[in-house]
């Protein structure tokens, strides 16, 4: 059974930093690229970054591009977001998803529950 | 990026009912990669459809999705309560894989 762990959300400040993690297990972790989605309260969904099973190949949208760094381990099968410089748009849930294939850019497959992050003074 | 229009916003639609939903994409979908998710109040995402048209695992067959190039759809043939919920498109054809804004499908 696939099991998607989100932790490292919280409270923050305009300009501070979070580093998200994705606990992931029951399959072959580095076979398949991954993802983090965002949806702000009331909102809909908006794709933020994704990665390559390998890890080489990393994808961001503009929104984020310069501010947040993907990265998994496949060793330890957790899946990473680091998110510097944020603002009080970057308030959501986030969620860590298993992609349906090792290439980025493929539907989310399986979805954690998210974890919460809100930014502000 | 693409961006993808979604109608209508919100369909009241009673059980028992057939469902259509859109998703217009602002350019051609690079080999059809489109797919939908269900989403319930409180609850992650679920994958629904992908490649236009294949059913991801746990759905059942009153759902199925069409289309090609920039016109997609979503139809579930007959409404079961278990069906109310918001139902977004995302093109996987190109990066960033982008998101329509959601359809609800609420119980009239």
């Known amino acids: 059974e696939v099991q998607l762990l989100e932790s490292g959300g919280g409270l923050v400040q305009p300009g501070g ?32 970054s994704g990665i390559s ?26 899946l990473y977001l680091q998110m510097n410089s944020l603002r009080a748009e970057d308030t959501a849930m986030y969620y860590c998803a298993k992609d349906l294939g090792s290439g980025v850019i493929t539907p989310q497959e399986f979805w954690g529950q998210g974890v919460r992050v809100t930014v502000s003074s | 990026e693409i961006v ?76 079961e309560p278990e069906d109310f919920a918001v139902y977004y498109c995302q093109q996987c054809g190109s990066s960033p894989g982008t998101f329509g804004q959601g359809t609800k499908v609420e119980i009239k």
């Open chain 1, 17 to 48: 930093s979070l580093r998200l993690s994705c606990a992931a297990s029951g399959f072959t972790f580095m076979k398949y690229a991954m993802s983090w989605v965002r949806q702000a309260p009331g909102k809909g969904l908006e794709w933020v």
């Open chain 2, 4 to 79: 993808l229009t979604q109608s209508p916003g919100i369909l009241s639609l009673s059980p028992g009912e057939r469902a259509t939903l859109s998703c217009r994409a602002s350019q051609s979908v690079r080999g059809n990669y489109v797919a939908w998710y269900q989403q319930k109040p409180g609850q992650a995402p679920r994958l629904l459809i992908y490649g236009t048209s294949t059913r991801a695992t746990g759905f059942p067959d009153r759902f199925s999705g069409s289309g090609s190039g920039t016109d997609f759809s979503l139809t579930i043939s007959r409404l």
């Open chain 1, 53 to 78: 099973g390998g890890g080489t190949g990393t994808f961001y949208a503009d929104s984020v591009k310069g501010r947040f760094t993907i990265s998994k381990d496949n060793s330890k099968t957790t």
